[in-house]
């Protein structure tokens, strides 16, 4: 039985998706977003790094993505959690990922 099917007779089950190495793949296979499946969209939260994606793990500098019902909850346990944060990090992987989205062939994703 599917991850998805079981989940349909919990409805308050919220899902952690941690996808930080989402674009490494194996195989020429391509990676999957749980959230993308079915209807999981609604309980997911999917958490990416920067750290991985652009080969700078000690910056320690991630994003969640999901519906704003979860994602406003989880900002509020960020908030009373989390007491330092690298702004200057947190700006240059902002700048990073504009490039990224640009299509700057200079970033490759790469399959092994």
Same mark, same amino acid.
């Given at each position: 039985?599917?991850?998805? @099917?079981? !989940?349909? #007779?919990?409805?308050?089950?919220?899902?952690?998706? %941690? @996808?930080?190495? %989402?674009?490494?793949?194996? %195989?020429?296979? @391509?990676?999957?977003?749980?959230?993308?499946?079915? %209807?999981?969209?609604?309980?997911?939260?999917?958490?990416?790094?920067?750290?991985?994606?652009?080969?700078?793990?000690?910056?320690?500098?991630?994003?969640?993505?999901?519906?704003?019902?979860?994602?406003? !909850?989880?900002?509020?346990?960020?908030?009373?959690?989390?007491?330092?944060?690298?702004?200057?990090?947190?700006?240059?992987?902002?700048?990073?990922?504009?490039?990224? #989205?640009?299509? #700057?062939?200079?970033?490759?994703?790469?399959?092994?």
């Amino acid at each position: 039985m599917e991850i998805s @099917e079981v !989940l349909q #007779d919990f409805p308050n089950v919220v899902v952690l998706a %941690d @996808e930080v190495y %989402d674009f490494l793949t194996f %195989d020429s296979h @391509e990676h999957v977003s749980f959230a993308t499946l079915g %209807d999981n969209w609604h309980k997911t939260i999917t958490i990416y790094s920067g750290g991985k994606l652009m080969n700078a793990t000690g910056w320690k500098v991630g994003w969640s993505i999901g519906p704003a019902n979860i994602i406003y !909850l989880g900002g509020i346990i960020y908030n009373t959690s989390n007491y330092c944060t690298n702004t200057p990090a947190q700006v240059a992987f902002s700048k990073a990922l504009q490039i990224v #989205d640009q299509g #700057d062939p200079s970033f490759k994703q790469q399959s092994v």
